[in-house]
């Protein structure tokens, strides 16, 4: 590392600490969902009644650590499409996850700790929500210091909508379709309800906005009829997928399986994605360097996989060595999604080993966050923060923080939220 990028990471880790500028410009950020939202008045009292959902403060990264996370994400995209380990993995995915229609999953999201180490990528995800709502929290940004606007200046936002709409017809595009799409459908259980909703709006607008008609659904009103997917009548061309019954098996989803099956409908994310990239078991092996050196990757890349904290699957085997030394792990459910049923195993009681030791949990090594210190009612309080890369096919689409108090990210903690990334 060169003098002036030491001289970064220090600079980044002092703005985390000491910079207490409220970035966010309210009336701004209120006015923009507004002006893109297909119901404003709607939109804006969703939004106010999730006051958490947005930090005043922004979150710096070194731009050494975005280049580190970046080639990270590399690395994975090219593990991804590697024969040895694509077999790997789907002995493991449900059956569904082996068929191949072409698209390679809307809004990954690549989640990142920062420390004295360096990036460290924590998971995976498929569905990964908030872009549309980080994008919108980038432009309202003011700059209160040189620091702010220098690195405001320097963040990858203009390009966003661009991006997006050229990977949405990508994915379409993949899945050999030529004639270009007419309906798309948001999908998630009772979307109404679902704590990034206003996201949903947000994403209904953009795709009106280029030309695409665009339907928020639950998939228990979808038929399958005729070859093709329906709602009310109403042929759906292409499903941005934003459940999380990822194999697509639970009840209510029967119609939007068929039609997956059946090559009907472009799903993106799709559960061959998610098999692929975003189920936690795939940790063991891309934490594992034996491995990566079977698979068809450059050197770099070999070496960006050490970023990856050593993973292991919890079994009957190893229960006793990994419950002696739970202090340095984080448990997760191997298919687990949101931070649900994840235990920091310094917090973990004997009532919730039992679970975990039943099998379907990973134990990954465990990478600390950092902090940011923001100012609330004249009080320094000290949160925590991780880095979501938004990626298509490897390339940076955006990137956002999330600041929290507890063990995983939420959206109940006060000054807490998506947080817009500086790079400095």
């Known amino acids: 590392m060169t003098g002036d990028e030491l001289a970064a990471d220090a600079r980044d880790a002092v703005l985390n600490r000491e910079c207490f500028c409220v970035t966010l410009d309210s009336a701004k950020l209120q006015a923009a969902i507004r002006a893109e939202a297909p119901n404003p008045d709607l939109a804006a009292a969703l939004l106010a009644a999730r006051p958490h959902l947005f930090a005043g403060m922004p979150v710096f990264l070194a731009r050494s650590d975005l280049k580190a996370m970046l080639d990270v994400v590399s690395a994975v995209e090219a593990a991804g499409v590697d024969p040895g380990y694509q077999q790997e993995v789907l002995e493991w995915a449900p059956a ?10 809307a809004f990954m999201g690549y989640d990142f700790h920062l420390g004295d180490l360096g990036p460290q990528l924590i998971e995976v995800n498929t569905n990964a929500g908030g872009a549309f709502l980080n994008a919108l929290l980038a432009r309202a940004q003011g700059a209160c210091c040189r620091e702010a606007e220098d690195a405001m200046l320097a963040a990858p936002v203009a390009d966003f909508e ?52 665009a339907r928020i659904v639950d998939p228990a009103e979808l038929q399958f009829a005729g070859g093709y997917l329906v709602q009310d009548g109403v042929r759906i061309d292409i499903v941005y997928n934003r459940l999380v019954d990822f194999s697509l098996d639970a009840p209510g989803h029967e119609a939007l399986r068929e039609a997956y099956l059946a ?47 050593r993973t ?38 004997r009532g919730v080993w039992e679970e975990v030791q039943r099998g379907g949990y990973i134990a990954q090594e465990l990478a600390a966050p950092t902090e940011r210190r923001i100012k609330i009612d004249g009080e320094i309080k000290s949160l925590k923060l991780d880095v979501r890369l938004y990626t298509y096919q490897g390339a940076s689409l955006l990137a956002a923080a999330r600041v929290y108090q507890g063990q995983t990210t939420n959206f109940r903690t006060p000054g807490g939220g998506f947080a817009p990334v500086f790079v400095t």
Not at 96 to 105: E, K, L, W
Not at 178 to 202: C, G, H, K
Not at 281 to 298: E, F, P
Request: no cysteine; aromatic share 12%; charged share 25%.
């Open 263 to 309: 090559g009907a409908v472009v799903l993106t994310p799709n559960p061959r994605n998610h098999a692929l990239f975003a189920d936690k078991r795939n940790l063991t092996l891309l934490s594992d360097a034996a491995n990566a050196r079977k698979w068809q990757m450059t050197p770099h890349q070999r070496q960006s996989l050490t970023a990856v904290p």
């Open 162 to 213: 661009f991006a997006v709409w050229r990977m949405f017809l990508a994915e379409w595009r993949l899945q050999g379709r030529t004639a270009e799409p007419r309906m798309l459908a948001i999908v998630d259980d009772r979307p109404s309800e679902q704590y990034l909703f206003p996201e949903f709006l947000l994403a209904q607008r953009f795709f009106e906005r280029h030309g695409l008609a």
């Open 312 to 349: 292991r699957a919890v079994t009957a085997g190893n229960a006793d060595e990994l419950w002696s030394a739970r202090k340095g792990y984080f448990f997760k459910p191997a298919g687990g999604h949101g931070g649900k049923a994840v235990y920091r195993g310094d917090k973990m009681t």
């Open 96 to 105: 569904i996850a082996r068929h191949d229609f072409g698209p390679r999953g």
